[in-house]
């Protein structure tokens, strides 16, 4: 972890990865036991009502050095052990960008964007 994501990362994060592939009607095949990662967070828009129906926005973005977030996947701000993220309350990851460290060149930065 870089000198700077030490001390600005210091909110916790529950994620569920997707599990790779698909049942035979097109579902995931469900998600990974849930980790903990280390981030920060903004929270954003959740839905937006237009003329022709709902649109989707994104609902939080979270900052954090974990590079196996994927669009698929669950992430709900705080700590969760529940095995299933929509019991849980977790939001579908929609977008992740990552951002190069510029100081340290020690670990990149991912902006992981949730969506409903």
Known sequence: MSAVANWSYTATATIWRKL????????????????????DYEGGLS???????AEIVVKNTV????????AGDY????VSAEADPVVAGADEVRQVIR?????????DDYAILTGV
Do not use: H
């Not at 839905?47 to 129906?53: A, Y």
């Not at 951002?99 to 670990?107: G, H």
């Open 63 to 70: 900052w954090s050095e974990f590079a196996l977030a994927a």
């Open 99 to 107: 951002y190069a460290d510029t100081f340290e060149r020690v670990a």
């Open 75 to 78: 992430l709900l701000i705080g």
């Open 47 to 53: 839905k937006r009502i237009g003329s022709l129906g």
């Open 20 to 39: 790779e592939g698909n049942d035979e009607y097109g579902d995931p095949m469900g998600y990974a036991e849930p980790e903990q990662i280390l981030c």
